[in-house]
């Protein structure tokens, strides 16, 4: 899970983050020692196109009542501007919406609760910044969208707060501190977009594998991401 960190920030432009899929159990389809494991990306069940559009039609769409997010997206845009950087369409469309930016926390089953935080630089990319969309009630991982002057955009995870870990982005930190935190990140999700939703779509086939009605018929996205681990005939790990 580390990543090689060496020499001044301005060589670190290209760094290739370890990758997977930070989650819990998805009930006999995949077993979960803990309250999350990190899955290996390429065991994930492949995904539509039509499920990763920036309008989110398939969680009913970004309209209606602008959310209480929209005043504080305002500010990170801004600050991301003066960096040279923007956020994707598809994320501050969906934190704009009051309908879609209570999605995750409505739906996680480990009490993951949406909190996002103002652009924060990047320890192991010059330029780069994160800004913090979600989090465990417990900060046992936190997910940011990353964003790169390139105008790449993607989703990682951390079991650090790097809001609150500000000693590596203060001064001029010591290069094994500033390794360290950068080591902590794991890309997850080459689009916001597609880490929605697996997101959504694995907490509510949680919620289904766990419940009373068991074994009732699936809706139609749950049955088709459940089919890929039923056809692999044992669960990924």
């Avoid at 993951?112 to 320890?123: D, K």
Wanted: net charge negative; proline share 7%; charged share 20%.
């Amino acid at each position: 899970m580390s990543v090689s960190v060496s020499g001044p920030a301005a060589d670190l432009a290209a760094t290739a983050f370890p990758t997977g899929w930070c989650a819990t159990d998805l009930g006999p389809l995949r077993p979960c020692a803990a309250t999350y494991e990190v899955y290996p990306l390429e065991g994930l069940p492949p995904l539509e196109a039509a499920h990763l559009d920036t309008g989110f039609d398939w969680l009913g769409g970004a309209a209606g009542p602008r959310s209480e997010h929209t005043e504080h997206l305002a500010a990170v845009e801004r600050e991301l501007a003066e960096a040279g950087l923007a956020l994707p369409e598809g994320f501050a469309a969906f934190y704009r919406s009051e309908h879609l930016s209570r999605a995750f926390d409505e739906v996680s089953v480990t009490a993951c609760w949406s909190h996002l935080s103002a652009p924060l630089r990047s320890p192991a990319e010059d330029g780069a910044r994160l800004v913090r969309f979600l989090r465990d009630q417990q900060d046992c991982v936190i997910w940011y969208l990353y964003l790169r002057p390139s105008g790449e955009a993607f989703v990682v995870f951390s079991h650090l707060e790097l809001e609150s870990a500000g000693w590596w982005a203060q001064g001029e930190p010591a290069e094994e501190v500033r390794a360290a935190v950068a080591s902590s990140l794991m890309r997850c999700a080459d689009t916001f977009e597609e880490f929605a939703y697996r997101f959504v779509v694995e907490n509510e086939l949680w919620m289904q594998a766990h419940s009373a009605g068991a074994d009732s018929p699936l809706a139609p996205r749950l049955q088709a991401y459940a089919d890929h681990y039923s056809s692999a005939g044992s669960p990924t790990a």
